[in-house]
């Protein structure tokens, strides 16, 4: 585990894996729901973006290969659509390929955590395949579905509209909900702060959001949000911090230092 705290995991059988899969590297969190503050936390940069590049990634880090209690799987796409949860997957593994016609890649579906929606999402060709014969049944969600989840238990039983901002080194996700429900999710590749905050504001127009009543919710890497948050406050008057879980703090004291999906997906039993 690169730069992390490793723990011994005498019986993989008793812990769980979760792995988020980007463009260039391999996140993982490792942790035993038995034993509290057991989270260790890994991380392997890929070589390249292509399939071979992921699975030299994985198959050269020995932790990803114990036959653990469970597998979850996270793939980062920007090739993704939301829909009603009430349409089949197979319509929307159709529908996400001809949205995105020059994309070849494998169509997956997941359920969207406390929201009537389901996301099908786009995955490079052949990652669905690896992932089924290197991984114990593993389930395999859009790196979206978990924040909005939670984001949507942020909103529940409440009557305002807010965003929901998750701002990290290379890239920021957001969704938008009003009357608890989800009304918009997407995710960018980070430029720099103004052009960031030009991509927030005209979200926040395009769905009718009050600059004075509504509110932003910011979370992630704390120089971004300290850095987003006086550009967004010249138009927005609510921009606040969201609230971190605290249920992540038995997991392990290294749990702010993993990717928030991961930590998000391994408290959503």
Request: hydrophobic share 40%; net charge negative; proline share 6%.
């Amino acid at each position: 585990m690169e730069g992390k705290e490793k723990f011994d995991i005498q019986h993989p059988e008793a812990w769980e894996l979760l792995v988020s899969i980007e463009d260039k590297r391999v996140d993982y969190i490792l942790f035993s729901p038995s034993v509290p503050g057991s989270l260790a936390i890994g991380q392997v940069e890929r070589a390249d973006e292509s399939l071979q590049g992921l699975e030299d990634a994985v198959y050269e880090t020995p932790d990803l290969l114990n036959d653990y209690k469970r597998v979850r799987v996270v793939v980062h796409s920007s090739h993704f659509v939301l829909f009603p949860s009430e349409m089949s997957d197979a319509d929307c593994q159709e529908l996400v390929r001809h949205a995105f016609p020059d994309d070849d890649g494998d169509a997956a579906v997941c359920p969207v955590p406390g929201n009537c929606v389901k996301m099908a999402w786009l995955m490079p060709r052949g990652m669905q395949a690896f992932l089924g014969r290197t991984f114990n049944y593993p389930q395999v969600v859009h790196h979206l579905a978990p924040l909005c989840g939670y984001f949507v238990e942020q909103n529940r039983d409440d009557d305002k509209s807010r965003m929901f901002l998750h701002l990290e080194d290379e890239r920021m996700d957001l969704a938008i909900y009003r009357d608890g429900a989800l009304q918009c999710a997407n995710s960018y590749p980070v430029t720099d702060d103004q052009s960031d905050a030009y991509f927030v504001l005209n979200a926040w127009r395009t769905h009718d959001l009050d600059q004075l009543t509504d509110e932003l919710l910011m979370m992630g890497d704390s120089d971004r949000c300290a850095a987003m948050n006086p550009l967004l406050r010249e138009y927005v008057k609510h921009v606040m911090p969201a609230v971190y879980p605290t249920a992540a703090m038995q997991l392990g004291r290294n749990a702010m230092q993993a990717p928030l999906e991961l930590i998000l997906l391994a408290l959503c039993e």
